[in-house]
């Protein structure tokens, strides 16, 4: 004889998947004819069989969901981790327009004492003009230092001394402009002050390209890097 489980009618509401028989009559159990005296009135069994059955419906039931949750999961993952790569070249790129419009204000301020005879020239390669023994100093070797490429090789915004391009130019105390100023030609060459400096103005400007985080994808509709630039003007001393 199957061993039966005992519960009230209300407590199956709701348990889909449970076979559920009404207890015999009370005289067919024990002959007692009397209804009213029967324990098992207005009750039901559940077997040992239908809750076995039960049982692995559950399983199966637990089963699909942990694979279903797992698809989803790989469907998810590869769009956040675009967005978050987004994000990140975002911020990437708003620090690294402060950084360069404060290594571009390093500039100008040394450019500020670039009167002839003074040693600070517009490039390393200016330094040849200067008189022996004296001290050189390039405006465009400040930037790099700001940019943190004064030792060469790739600094942590993944840029490198040659992708960078330094401007340096301006106008003399009486309007003569000199130099790669604002507005010039792009083979204008950079220059510092010749004549006339004091009250004159001195311009650093700073570009160049930021790889992107997220290029291999947005690479293929033109974007593989953003351009960034910097730019500081002052009063030569």
Not at 172 to 184: I, K, V
Not at 228 to 235: K, N, P
């Amino acid at each position: 004889m199957d061993l039966e489980y005992i519960f009230p009618l209300q407590g199956l509401r709701g348990n889909s998947g449970v076979r559920a028989v009404s207890r015999p009559a009370a005289s067919q159990v024990s002959g007692v004819r009397d209804a009213g005296r029967n324990p098992w009135a207005g009750q039901m069994i559940v077997t040992r069989a239908a809750s076995r059955s039960t049982g692995r419906a559950e399983a199966r039931r637990r089963t699909r969901a942990r694979g279903q949750a797992l698809v989803e999961f790989a469907l998810v993952v590869p769009v956040l981790m675009v967005i978050f790569l987004g994000m990140i070249d975002l911020g990437r790129a708003y620090y690294a327009g402060v950084v360069t419009e404060q290594a571009a204000r390093e500039g100008a301020r040394l450019g500020m004492n670039s009167s002839p005879g003074t040693g600070v020239v517009a490039s390393l390669a200016d330094c040849a003009l200067v008189q022996a023994n004296a001290d050189c100093t390039p405006i465009k070797s400040q930037v790099l230092n700001a940019l943190g490429l004064g030792a060469g090789g790739t600094n942590y915004l993944g840029i490198n001394p040659e992708n960078v391009n330094v401007f340096i130019g301006g106008y003399e105390s009486d309007g003569t402009a000199y130099g790669h100023y604002q507005g010039a030609a792009a083979n204008v060459a950079s220059a510092t002050c010749p004549a006339r400096c004091p009250g004159g103005q001195v311009q650093v400007e700073v570009r160049y390209d930021l790889p992107l985080y997220t290029q291999f994808l947005v690479g293929k509709l033109g974007f593989n890097s953003i351009n960034v630039r910097g730019y500081a003007t002052a009063t030569i001393f």
